[in-house]
């Protein structure tokens, strides 16, 4: 635990998206801000609400992102948009991405996630989003909490960092 | 002579500081952690890392693709 002293700095991080590689920035800062023994809250809300499942299934679509760029055999690829609409090919492409993650000994989203409650990140999941999307409250993992703008609006007016993914 | 010795090698940001922080906090005051990295970007992490919670960088150097940092457990 943290000693919530005087000196030590607060951040927290609104998690909007819920895709695999949307989900990297908000847990990578988490963890790592905590490690620096910064005192993280972590709001999940919308798509975002995604990556708080007990069992994830992230996918990436090259839909509408003419920025992601496949390293593939020395050259980078990019794909038409017309492709992620083909059936199978987000999954081809989620499964190139999870290999070159492995590959390249960069930490899962299971990993990143464990580590944020390991290191005493506050989780707070967002009411709306489970009622909007008929999220089951079982299906979310347990270090979970349920809030709403009002709880994480407390926090970040305490907070040095406030960022929003 | 390193109290106890984290290899971090192979694995890409953030993990070598994530595994850092966990090794740290089992250990006593004083005490010296030597963490071993092939990720380039240690070097401005780790310096990072340790300027910002106050444990001591005693010394980084590198051999090859291998980064080799000390540091002492404030």
Redesign the interface.
């Given at each position: 635990m943290l000693d919530a002293g005087e000196n030590t700095k607060k951040m927290t991080i609104i998690v909007t998206k819920g895709t695999l590689d949307w989900a990297y920035p908000p847990f990578?800062l988490g963890?790592?801000a905590a490690?620096?023994?910064v005192e993280v809250t972590m709001f999940f809300t919308f798509y975002g609400l995604q990556l708080l499942k007990k069992d994830l299934d992230l996918k990436v679509s090259t839909l509408g992102n003419p920025a992601m760029q496949m390293p593939m055999g020395g050259m980078h690829m990019s794909m038409p948009n017309i492709m992620p609409m083909i059936p199978g090919v987000d999954r081809m492409t989620t499964t190139m991405m999870k290999n070159l993650i492995k590959k390249?000994?960069?930490?899962s989203i299971e990993e990143l996630r464990e580590?944020a409650v390991e290191?005493d990140i506050k989780i707070i999941g967002c009411q709306m989003t489970l009622d909007l999307f008929e999220l089951d409250r079982k299906d979310m993992i347990d270090e979970m909490e349920i809030g709403g703008a009002a709880t994480w609006m407390e926090e970040a007016a305490k907070s040095d960092i406030n960022l929003y993914i | 002579m390193a109290d106890q010795v984290l290899d971090a090698k192979g694995l890409n940001c953030p993990l070598p500081i994530l595994k850092t922080k966990k090794a740290i906090k089992g250990m006593a005051s004083g005490q010296v952690l030597q963490v071993m990295a092939t990720d380039p970007g240690s070097i401005a992490d780790m310096t990072a890392f340790c300027n910002q919670t106050g444990n001591e960088l005693m010394s980084q150097s590198n051999e090859g693709d291998v980064y080799t940092f000390e540091i002492k457990v404030s």
């Open positions: 990578i963890t790592t490690a620096m023994d390249k000994g960069v930490a580590a290191s | -």
